[in-house]
C-alpha cells in the first residue's frame, strides 16, 4: 500500500534562511508525488509535483523539491524563507489505483520568524 | 481560486439537525473526492467519486451521505451527527488515469452542536 510519512510536526526557521521540509515515501511501483499548502481555514493549495524525469522539481512560490530514489525521500525546499511561507505542508502519494486519489502524510507546519 | 467551490464555508448545526454539503468543479475533471481534517490528524479520504459512480467508501459512518448528480457536483448529506464529526471538510477533483494533480475547495468548517 502507498504510504508517506512527515516526520516533524513543526519545523522552525529564521526569515532569509533556507528551509526544508522533509518526506519519505512508500510505494509500489513508480512514485508520483505531490507538495501541498494550507493555510488556515483554508483548502489545500498545490505547490508541485515529481512524476517522471529531472529530481529536482520547481513550483509556485520559490518552493521546489527534490526527489531522491534511493533515500525514498522528497523533501520541499526553498533558499530563502518568508514569513509569509508559515502554513501547513502536506506531501501526497498518488495511489496506484486509476481514480488519482491522494494519499497524504500528517503535514507539517511551518513557523518563518521575522 | 481553484475551480472548485464548496458552499458553505461554516456551518453550525444540532445533533438533530439534517444539513448538505456542496461541492462544485469548474475545471471538466472526472472524479471526486470527500476528505475530513480534524484538529492535529491527518487528512482522512471518506469517498471517491469516479465518473460519477462511488468507487470507494473508507468505512464512513452511515451519518454521512455522499450523492454525486453529475460530473460536476458533489454533495454530502449530512443527519444525525456528533460533536466529534466537527471538523473541516475538504471536496476535491481530478482527472482520473492522467498523473495530475487534484485541486481543492477552500473547505467547509462543520460544528456540531
Known amino acids: 500500500a502507498q504510504s508517506v510519512a512527515q516526520p516533524e510536526d513543526q519545523v522552525n526557521v529564521a526569515e532569509g534562511n533556507p528551509l526544508t521540509v522533509k518526506c519519505t515515501y512508500s510505494?509500489?511501483?513508480?512514485?508520483?508525488l505531490f507538495w501541498y499548502v494550507q493555510y488556515p481555514n483554508r483548502g489545500l493549495q498545490f505547490l508541485l509535483k515529481?512524476?517522471?524525469?529531472?529530481?529536482l522539481v520547481k513550483g509556485s512560490y520559490g518552493f521546489e523539491a527534490e526527489f531522491n530514489k534511493s533515500q525514498t525521500s522528497f523533501h520541499l525546499k526553498k533558499p530563502s524563507a518568508l514569513v509569509s511561507d508559515s502554513a501547513l505542508y502536506f506531501c501526497?502519494?498518488?495511489?496506484?489505483?486509476?481514480?488519482?486519489?491522494?494519499?497524504f502524510g500528517q503535514g507539517t507546519t511551518l513557523q518563518v520568524k521575522p | 481560486e481553484t475551480g472548485v467551490t464548496q458552499t458553505p464555508r461554516h456551518l453550525v448545526m444540532g445533533m438533530t439537525n439534517k444539513k448538505s454539503l456542496k461541492c462544485e468543479q469548474h475545471?471538466?475533471?472526472?472524479?471526486m473526492y470527500w476528505y475530513k481534517q480534524s484538529a492535529k490528524k491527518p487528512l482522512e479520504l471518506m469517498f471517491v467519486?469516479?465518473?460519477?459512480?462511488?468507487?470507494e467508501n473508507n468505512s464512513v459512518p452511515s451519518r454521512f451521505s455522499p450523492e454525486c448528480p453529475n460530473s460536476s457536483h458533489l454533495f454530502l448529506h449530512l443527519h444525525t451527527l456528533q460533536p466529534e464529526d466537527s471538523a473541516l471538510y475538504l471536496c476535491?477533483?481530478?482527472?482520473?488515469?492522467?498523473?495530475?494533480?487534484?485541486?481543492f475547495g477552500q473547505g467547509t468548517r462543520l460544528t456540531v452542536v
Open positions: 476535491a477533483s481530478s482527472q482520473e488515469s492522467t498523473v495530475t494533480e487534484a485541486f
Open positions: 510505494v509500489s511501483g513508480n512514485p508520483y
Open positions: 515529481y512524476i517522471t524525469g529531472d529530481n
Open positions: 501526497a502519494v498518488r495511489d496506484g489505483s486509476n481514480t488519482g486519489k491522494l494519499i
Open positions: 475545471l471538466g475533471h472526472n472524479a
Open positions: 467519486y469516479s465518473l460519477e459512480e462511488r468507487v
